[in-house]
């Protein structure tokens, strides 16, 4: 979804964009009303205004395609796009009867075409369905009770003045209560770069007021391993306190402050892009979304090797391990013995230091 790096390619993908759109790739509702638009306008008598509308539409799709080519970042200029093609197609509609004929022709293809966008997400389609079965089948009472089940569960369990936080995720209809995020990408509250170890985690989350974290562990790491090593630190030091809904897991803030201790530091091995080694928990703060060439890597402050392995396990806080670790068997063993795990993802699992 990243604009394309080299000249003709990106002219190629917004010729494409702007010819096609909505048809375009990232936008797969099928027809192509607005690139047809751009070809009637200039046949369209006194449609000055249309055109200088038509050109801020393009101006919109150039502006897209050199910032995040993603679908739903044209929501917002949308209506401007749909108001500029429809009253295009009605200037050209009353030219005269030939006229009428090709733009009925053409809003039908439009229909047509992009007839089978309605099904793109049939489990939605049978979800809605069901909804509508419901009163016949006798449910009217219950149609609810499984919709965001665990979520309304929460809700209930949590006291009404409760600031809930809901960790690298941001689905919360349900929970009924003040619910901050820690996305990144979606708030500015909290900067993850900030945290060296679960005290200063804790000392920023209580800041701002939050009473509980709810999070699901292996849905997807979280943006930066920084970010993914203080949270596992911090979690796993409360699963006694930690209580289950379905996928989700809530934790209630502790009391009191986790001690203050030295930075971290986390040890990485067969973690992508990252030479396996020990390294500073704040020099894993590189956004592992952003393109590479906006990375700016740091090396571990030492270098795994058999030799060391015991000598950096024992200094780690937390480790990173990839299917293809490194570690030989002494290691894995090591790691075991004092290191629990925490969550496991598809390419990777973290480990946390027992305590």
């Keep these: 979804m990243h604009p394309q790096t080299a000249p003709l390619l990106w002219l190629e993908f917004l010729f494409n964009a702007v010819t096609t759109f909505p048809c375009h790739p990232h936008v797969p509702e099928s027809g192509a009303l607005f690139g047809a638009s751009l070809l009637l306008v200039p046949w369209v008598p006194q449609a000055r205004r249309l055109g200088f509308a038509l050109l801020f539409c393009c101006g919109t799709l150039l502006t897209w395609n050199l910032t995040y080519v993603q679908g739903r970042n044209l929501q917002a200029v949308l209506p401007l796009l749909a108001v500029a093609t429809g009253a295009t197609l009605m200037r050209a509609y009353r030219v005269g009867w030939f006229a009428k004929v090709g733009i009925s022709a053409l809003v039908v293809f439009q229909v047509v075409a992009g007839f089978d966008s309605f099904f793109a997400n049939p489990d939605r389609i049978a ?4 909804l509508i079965r419901s009163a016949r089948e006798g449910h009217v009472k219950k149609r609810f009770d499984e919709y965001q089940r665990d979520y309304l569960a929460i809700g209930k369990s949590l006291p009404k003045e409760a600031v809930v936080l809901m960790h690298n995720d941001h689905p919360n209809l349900g929970i009924d209560r003040t619910v901050l995020h820690d996305w990144l990408g979606f708030q500015s509250l909290i900067d993850h770069r900030t945290f060296k170890t679960v005290h200063d985690f804790y000392a920023r989350f209580k800041e701002l007021g939050v009473t509980h ?10 943006e930066t391993r920084q970010s993914e090593a203080i949270f596992a630190a911090f979690a796993a030091r409360q ?4 209580k289950e809904f379905g996928q989700l897991r809530v934790i209630p803030m502790p009391a009191e402050s986790p001690p203050a201790e030295s930075p ?3 040890l990485l091995s067969d973690i992508s892009e990252y030479p396996d080694g020990l390294y500073a928990v704040t020099d894993l703060a590189e956004h592992e979304d952003f393109p590479r060439e906006m990375h700016h890597r740091k090396p571990p402050v030492a270098v795994l090797t058999s030799e060391v ?3 950096l396990l024992g200094r780690a806080q937390v480790v990173l391990f990839g299917r293809n670790s490194s570690l030989d068997q002494g290691g894995r063993d090591l790691l075991a013995k ?4 925490f969550v496991s993802y598809g390419g990777f699992e973290v480990f946390v230091r027992r305590h």
């Design 309 to 311: 392995q015991e000598a």
């Design 264 to 266: 971290y530091e986390v």
């Design 239 to 242: 699963r006694g306190q930690t």
């Design 213 to 222: 974290i709810v999070y699901q562990p292996g849905i997807h790491p979280a």
């Design 127 to 130: 979800h809605a369905l069901s």
């Design 338 to 341: 004092q290191f629990e795990s």
